[in-house]
């Protein structure tokens, strides 16, 4: 059998029986569903409460409400003295009221009581007293439908047209971001493992020198080649899983809680591209940690030099408020096209905008690129360090020692 | 064929010489001593001689010809440090190595339990490498080595970590390899174990070889003039003796140029005195390694 595909096999079996690597694939879908379920059960609970009415009085000095209206939640209970208020709340049978000074009018300002030690109106207490006040004096005097419009004055929705003035086919929301969004997250867990995974590994080997014992049966190349398929095999195993089960919670989500979730689709577009936006992210990363394994005496070495490009990778997910403002923006395309931040970036770009097709094939071309000059560079690297027990070399060192291979 | 053959090689780090012109030959059924103190150059060889380093100059052959990776599945090698994955329990490990030497998994398996038994380690073939004591390990690393039948085995330092009753069985393990027709180096700081095993030696130091030849012909070249004795009693003053001197009852007397041990011997028949034992004095490798290191120092 090849020697590349035994090598695989058995670093593909490794990676995926490691605890990180089952812990992480499982627990995204899982803290998914365990989301879902908190949220039900607080939706469910505050449901219980909202059911319970809520005994609001108040005393209207000047008369402005007339013949009180119950407004949703809140029961309002007319009292004719603020004596009178006050004794409905010692006893519980009000928890707050307010009282209609002659001024109102003029003033606007209402003057609240409650047993509870609070510094301000809950923004739903006062939402209940408004309304209540609106319904109650306008009632007579507007319509119903302008009624509604002076309750709730706003519903802006947005819509994205193109340059020739025709309705785009993606229409940018909220749900639309939310998807991308999360899984450029998952990717930088998932890379951040991966590459952690791979330097240990190399470390390890090196550090209990299984590397010799490995070396004295196979060639570099096909160590190298093994670990990095089966690395990124693991890893696309990992996206995948991922992306099979999110339609499946979005549903269960949506059927659910409905609203704004049952609107997210997740674009064929995305899935191709992002998943092939994750194989390369995985496979350059995967290819720079075998430089850095081989440079750096120690796991522990090789964990901190890799934590440069991990964090370099993370650039995207920082600036996203300035990636959401100008998505095609020239930082934002410079975050595309720099192969260490084109998978993320990319994967959150897709989200908010069409990414230009010459600026997917460019960024494209150029993580293959690098993939290729970096798997180059690393079998050189790795075949002069790679029995290397001592201090880690320098720059200067590293290129004097390439110069003479 | 010879299994190894190596001429003037040459190998320096950052200018400073690791390997100075260095040749030796290993043939099939032969177990070669590569002997040394620390740092004397064995460990590069043994690199270079696997081809995980290129040296500068010279020429490495391997069953006659230039290393290359078909080559590798007929070496088995022992690295100086145990070279095991240490969450792999020990018959994965095996079966994954003899893997990569080309070895049929079904063989392999068979063999694997072969090999567990005859080191008595059968029971512990589902042990993690990381619960075993290092002798175990070294057992496994041993398993590893030879597994797939290799002609050619290089050993470092294959009994460190050993308790005497495993040295003693991979002493006979490896004198079995060697009996078969393997060609075996077995490179070690330990002269005592290479003067037990090897048919020839290879000592180096500095980078450079001090000595390379048929053990048993160096020693000969070696020979002291003195010998060991003890006897019941006060030896006394005897003719032809330059100097003496004892340690725990043994005493070792250094002889003149024409005195011979059997005049020695005469002369303690004729005082009556009982010997328990008489031995003409042979230099250990360690004696002739300090002796020429001495040399070569001065």
């Known amino acids: 059998m090849n020697k590349t595909f035994l090598i695989y096999k058995h670093e593909f079996r490794l990676a995926i029986k490691r605890a990180g690597y089952i812990i992480l694939t499982l627990a995204v879908p899982v803290l998914a569903l365990l989301a879902i379920g908190i949220i039900q059960l607080v939706s469910s609970l505050s449901e219980t409460q909202e059911n319970q009415l809520v005994h609001i009085g108040y005393v209207d000095e000047p008369g402005l409400v007339g013949e009180a209206v119950d407004e949703g939640y809140a029961r309002f209970i007319p009292y004719n003295s603020k004596e009178e208020a006050n004794q409905a709340l010692g006893t519980y049978q009000i928890s707050t009221y307010f009282i209609i000074p002659d001024d109102y009018l003029s003033s606007a300002v209402l003057q609240r009581y409650t047993l509870e030690n609070e510094n301000t109106t809950s923004p739903a207490m006062a939402g209940m007293i408004k309304r209540f006040l609106s319904v109650n004096m306008l009632s007579d005097k507007i319509s119903p439908e302008l009624m509604n419009l002076v309750v709730s004055p706003l519903n802006m929705q947005v819509n994205r047209v193109t340059a020739q003035g025709e309705e785009a086919i993606e229409q940018m929301s909220f749900a639309n971001v939310l998807i991308p969004g999360i899984f450029s997250l998952l990717l930088s867990l998932s890379l951040m493992f991966g590459v952690i995974a791979l330097v240990n590994s190399l470390g390890e080997e090196k550090e209990s020198r299984l590397i010799e014992v490995l070396f004295s049966s196979v060639s570099v190349r096909q160590l190298l080649i093994g670990k990095l398929l089966a690395l990124g095999l693991a890893g696309l195993i990992q996206v995948l899983f991922w992306l099979i089960s999110a339609p499946l919670i979005l549903q269960l989500a949506s059927s659910l809680f409905g609203g704004f979730l049952s609107a997210i689709e997740i674009p064929s577009s995305f899935i191709l591209l992002g998943t092939l936006y994750f194989i390369l992210g995985y496979l350059l990363f995967a290819v720079l940690s075998i430089g850095v394994g081989a440079i750096t005496p120690t796991a522990r070495e090789g964990g901190q030099l890799s934590m440069i490009y991990v964090m370099l990778s993370f650039v995207p997910l920082w600036f996203a408020t300035l990636l959401f403002m100008f998505p095609n923006g020239a930082f934002s395309v410079l975050l595309t096209l720099f192969p260490i931040t084109a998978p993320i970036q990319n994967m959150l770009r897709l989200g908010v905008t069409e990414i230009p097709l010459w600026q997917i094939l460019l960024s494209i071309g150029l993580l293959v690129l690098s993939i290729i000059l970096g798997l180059y560079f690393s079998i050189k690297i790795f075949r002069i360090y790679m029995l290397m027990h001592g201090k880690r070399p320098g720059m200067k060192t590293l290129i004097k020692h390439f110069r003479s291979t | ?298």
Do not use: W
């Not at chain 2, 490990?93 to 063989?107: E, N, T, W």
């Open chain 2, 1 to 298: 064929m010879t299994a190894v053959s190596i001429s003037h090689l040459h190998k320096s780090y950052n200018g400073k010489p690791a390997v100075e012109d260095l040749s030796f030959d290993v043939n099939p059924g032969e177990l070669l001593g590569l002997i040394g103190p620390n740092g004397a150059g064995k460990s590069t060889t043994i690199k270079i001689l696997l081809d995980f380093l290129k040296p500068d100059s010279g020429e490495v052959s391997i069953f006659g010809e230039p290393m290359h990776e078909t080559l590798k599945n007929q070496i088995g090698y022992l690295p100086e440090e145990r070279g095991l994955y240490k969450r792999l329990k020990a018959i994965d490990q095996i079966l994954y190595f003899s893997s990569l030497k080309g070895m049929d998994p079904s063989k392999a398996a068979e063999k694997a339990d072969l090999l567990l038994r005859q080191t008595g380690m059968l029971e512990s073939k589902q042990k993690k490498i990381k619960d075993m004591s290092k002798g175990m390990g070294q057992i496994i690393q041993f398993i590893v080595t030879v597994i797939h039948d290799p002609q050619l085995i290089i050993l470092d330092e294959p009994f460190s970590g050993l308790d005497p009753v495993n040295t003693e069985m991979m002493k006979n393990f490896i004198s079995r390899l060697r009996d078969e027709g393997k060609a075996i180096i077995l490179s070690t700081h330990q002269m005592n174990q290479v003067e037990e095993l090897c048919d020839r030696v290879l000592m180096i130091n500095h980078g450079r070889e001090v000595l390379y030849g048929d053990l048993q012909e160096i020693k000969g070249d070696y020979k002291e003039h003195s010998v060991r004795i003890d006897v019941d009693g006060e030896i006394g003053k005897l003719e032809g003796v330059i100097h003496q001197k004892s340690n725990k009852g043994i005493t070792e007397l250094a002889l003149a140029p024409e005195t011979t041990p059997q005049h020695i011997l005469d002369q303690l028949k004729e005082k009556g005195r009982t010997i328990n034992h008489f031995e003409i004095k042979k230099p250990s490798l360690n004696d002739i390694f300090l002796h020429l290191a001495g040399n070569n120092h001065e």
